[in-house]
């Protein structure tokens, strides 16, 4: 008897325990829910975000790429990914057609909030240096456009501000917040873009081809002219006729210079060096990088620097 007694005691005393930890991690769940959690598509738009949420409490930003993935044109969605969708109150993309599976996403989720941060922006035509500022939908067919839209500063600016208008309209209680940062990072990358257009200013109207077309967004910023692009990645193989093609528009356009990716475009670099003397611009796509704030703007700062060292080797030789 003295045992049954024991034993009741001791259950009770669990049961008490049980419900204690119940109560208490349902209202960790409550309280983690009561934040405001932001999805990202890939890394400069994760960046951006990072920026205008900066500092405001019980806002957390995750990324659906690596930092190190690059660009999100084939990204296949994982069951990792879809868990961080299930749990987002928002997801952010570039659009302009990077995310491709943006329907998958939009069909499993669809009361999920999406914030396409390519509106109102001056989008080019894939392969082209050709502006494209009709309305546009971020679920247009990628080859219609060309989605490297944050490489020109004057569309990252407009990004932020799509990020930060769609995120007071979710969470106005922290608006002053989302707009003094909006505001601080808009005229940090403004201010970096001044910068450059004023030490590059005597080159206006240059003339390049390039591996790789989001240096097209990146030559706007500067005036400068894509001839002629082939995007190099680790599946291209050149071909004798589109080197041909490149080698023909060296020579008739007078060109004096090959904007490339710093990983995949040293093989057609040197072919050019070789064959036409054409100095090689190492550039940046930004689609990788840490998890610092001002990683757009360090990034962008050296490419800047890198295509004033090479106008100024021009110079001189």
Not at 28 to 38: D, F, H, P, R, Y
Request: contains cysteine; negative net charge; proline residues 1%.
């Amino acid at each position: 008897m003295k045992n049954k007694y024991i034993f009741t005691a001791l259950l009770l005393t669990v049961l008490t325990v049980v419900s204690a930890l119940t109560v208490h991690f349902s209202k960790g769940a409550a309280n983690q829910k009561e934040g405001l959690l932001i999805v990202t598509s890939f890394y400069p738009v994760y960046i951006a975000a990072i920026n205008v949420t900066d500092g405001i409490e019980g806002v957390q930003v995750q990324c659906l790429s690596s930092p190190s993935a690059g660009c999100v044109h084939d990204h296949q969605l994982t069951t990792g990914d879809m868990v961080l969708l299930e749990q987002a109150d928002v997801f952010i993309i570039n659009g302009a057609g990077m995310e491709t599976y943006l329907g998958a996403v939009k069909e499993r989720f669809p009361e999920l909030t999406v914030v396409d941060t390519s509106k109102g922006t001056a989008l080019l035509e894939a392969g082209e240096g050709h502006k494209h500022e009709e309305e546009h939908d971020a679920e247009e067919e990628e080859h219609i456009h060309n989605s490297h839209i944050w490489m020109s500063m004057e569309n990252y600016c407009i990004q932020i501000g799509n990020i930060g208008n769609a995120l007071i309209q979710m969470d106005s209680a922290n608006q002053e917040k989302y707009e003094a940062n909006m505001h601080a990072y808009q005229n940090a990358v403004k201010e970096l873009l001044r910068e450059g257009q004023k030490e590059l200013h005597e080159a206006a109207g240059q003339k390049f081809v390039s591996t790789h077309e989001a240096f097209s967004y990146f030559a706007e910023n500067f005036q400068w002219e894509m001839v002629k692009t082939i995007n190099m990645d680790e599946n291209t193989n050149l071909k004798a006729s589109e080197l041909g093609q490149i080698l023909t528009a060296v020579e008739e356009e007078q060109i004096s210079y090959v904007f490339a990716e710093e990983i995949y475009g040293r093989s057609l670099s040197r072919i050019l060096e070789d064959e036409t003397g054409c100095q090689t611009v190492l550039l940046d796509t930004l689609v990788t990088g840490s998890k610092e704030k001002d990683a757009y703007l360090m990034g962008m700062r050296n490419n800047i620097k890198a295509l004033k060292e090479a106008l100024d080797h021009e110079k001189v030789r």
